[in-house]
C-alpha cells in the first residue's frame, strides 16, 4: 500500500481517550498521587485536549459515570468543543457500591438489579446530553465459589436487563458489552468472553456490538482471531486498548506485546475496518500510574499509530499470493517486513504536514503545560479511581 494511502488513512484515525487515565490511580494497594491531577470532568477534558493538541489523532474523551457527572452537561460538551475535542462512549459503573457485592444486574435481590438498571438508563440520558454514540457496559458480576448463585440464572436476570436497556437506545446509539475472563470474581464470571458476549448481543440485535479490551483474555489468547469472527458476524464495535504482563494490567497500549497489537491491526486493515466510517470505535483504556499522566497517553496514541501505519503498509497481493500457492515462510515474510519498517519518518512526515510538531513528546514537554497546571490546580480533591 501507498505511503499516500497510509497518511490519508492516519490522518483520519480516531483514538479515544479515557478520562479516568488522567486522574489518580495506583496498584491493589496504593493509589499513587501525582502533582497538576484534574480536579473535575472539566480539568479533565483540558488535559485531554492536549493530547490531541500533539498526536491530532484523539478527539474524543469517554466519560465514566458516576466518576465524571456534572450538573450540566451541556456546559461539559461545550467546553469539550471550545477545546477542539468532543465527548465520547459513555461508561456505566456499576462496581463500585456497596450494594453490588454479589453482582449488579444480575444480583439475585430484584432491588439491587433494579437499581443498576436505573444507572444504564441514567447513562443513556447522558449519552442524550452529551450526544454520545456509545454506551459501554463491563459488568463485574460473578461468582466466587461453587453453589453461592445459580448461574443460568444469572444469565436471565443478565439478558432481562439488557433487554431493557437496549429498548431505549436512540437513533444512531449504541450498546457495547465488554467481556473479561476473570476478575473479580473468581469461579464464575457472567461475562467472561467473547462467546457470551457475542450471544448476548446477537440476541439483542443490530445496535448491540461486541468491544474487545486486549487486556481481558488468557495468555496465549489469539485476540486477531476473535477480531476476525466479530469482524464477518457484523458483532465487532469497538477495542479498549491497553497491554498487560499477568492480568487486567492496563497498562500502555503496545508496551508488553507490540506485535500482537501489530497482528490485531493486520486483521482489522484486511477488512479496511480502518477506514473512516467503519462502526469500529477505537478508545484507550488505561492507568497510569507511576508514569506522567499527560505523556502517557501521547505515547499510548503514538503506538496505536505506528502498529496501524506498519498494518497498512503490509503488501496485501503479495500476501494473497502467498497464502495461495500454499507458501508457508512467503506469507510470514509479507507481515514479518512490514512489521520491521520503521513507520516513524512516516509518521513525523504526516505532522508536519498536518502543522503539529514531528516529535509530540518532546512537544508537550517544551509546552509548560504540566508546569502550569501544577501550580494553577492546588487545593480541591484530584480525581482518582471513585470521582
Given amino acids: 500500500m ?6 490519508r488513512v492516519l490522518a483520519a484515525q480516531s483514538i479515544e481517550l479515557p478520562s479516568w487515565a488522567f ?11 501525582q502533582p497538576g491531577v484534574p480536579r473535575d470532568p472539566f480539568e479533565k477534558l483540558a488535559d485531554a485536549a492536549q493530547v490531541h493538541r500533539h498526536t491530532g489523532a484523539a478527539g474524543t474523551v469517554a466519560l465514566h459515570i458516576p466518576w465524571d457527572k456534572v450538573d450540566d452537561y451541556a456546559a461539559l460538551t461545550s467546553r469539550a468543543e471550545d477545546l477542539g ?4 462512549t459513555i461508561n456505566a459503573n456499576t462496581f463500585q457500591d456497596d450494594d453490588y457485592r454479589l453482582g449488579s444486574v444480575c444480583h439475585p435481590d430484584p432491588a439491587v ?20 454514540a456509545d454506551l459501554k457496559l463491563w459488568f463485574a458480576d460473578g461468582t466466587n465459589y461453587p453453589g453461592q448463585d445459580s448461574i443460568t440464572a444469572r444469565q436471565d436476570r443478565l439478558a432481562a436487563v439488557l ?18 475472563l476473570f476478575e473479580p470474581a473468581f469461579y464464575t464470571t457472567d461475562v467472561p468472553d467473547w462467546g457470551t458476549a457475542y450471544a448476548h448481543t446477537l ?7 461486541v468491544v474487545i479490551d486486549t487486556g481481558h483474555h488468557a495468555p496465549g489468547t489469539n485476540i486477531e482471531f476473535i477480531v476476525a469472527v466479530l469482524l464477518r458476524e457484523g458483532k465487532l464495535g469497538g477495542f479498549d486498548f491497553n497491554s498487560r504482563f499477568y492480568a487486567d494490567d ?4 503496545g508496551a508488553a506485546d507490540p506485535f500482537q497489537l501489530f497482528r490485531i491491526l493486520c486483521e482489522l486493515a484486511s477488512h479496511d475496518a480502518l477506514e473512516p466510517g467503519s462502526g469500529i470505535a477505537y478508545m484507550l483504556d488505561q492507568c497510569h500510574n507511576i508514569e506522567a499522566k499527560i505523556p502517557g497517553q501521547i505515547r499510548s496514541v503514538m503506538n496505536v499509530q505506528e502498529a496501524t501505519a506498519k498494518a497498512l503498509l503490509v503488501d496485501r497481493d503479495a500476501l494473497a499470493k502467498a497464502q495461495a500457492a500454499g507458501d508457508v515462510l512467503g506469507a510470514n515474510a509479507v507481515l514479518m517486513d512490514a512489521y520491521n519498517t520503521d513507520v516513524r519518518p512516516l509518521l513525523a512526515e504526516l505532522r508536519e ?3 503539529l510538531d514531528p516529535d509530540p513528546m518532546r512537544a508537550y514537554a517544551a509546552s509548560g503545560y504540566t508546569e502550569h497546571v501544577t501550580a494553577d490546580r492546588l487545593g480541591g480533591t484530584a480525581a482518582g479511581w471513585g470521582a
Avoid at 475535542?85 to 465520547?88: A, D, E, H, P, R
Avoid at 437499581?115 to 452529551?130: F, G, N, P, R, S
Fill in 163 to 180: 433487554d431493557e436497556v437496549y429498548a431505549r437506545l436512540g437513533e444512531g446509539q449504541r450498546l457495547l458489552l465488554e467481556y473479561k
Fill in 113 to 132: 438489579r433494579r437499581k443498576a438498571t436505573d444507572h444504564l438508563l441514567e447513562c443513556v440520558d447522558i449519552m442524550d446530553a452529551t450526544g454520545s
Fill in 2 to 7: 501507498s505511503a499516500t494511502h497510509v497518511k
Fill in 353 to 355: 504536514e498536518q502543522g
Fill in 85 to 88: 475535542i468532543g465527548i465520547g
Fill in 23 to 33: 486522574g489518580n490511580s495506583g496498584t491493589r494497594f496504593k493509589v499513587f498521587p
Fill in 250 to 253: 492496563d497498562l500502555m497500549v
Fill in 203 to 209: 440476541r439483542l440485535g443490530p445496535k448491540a456490538k
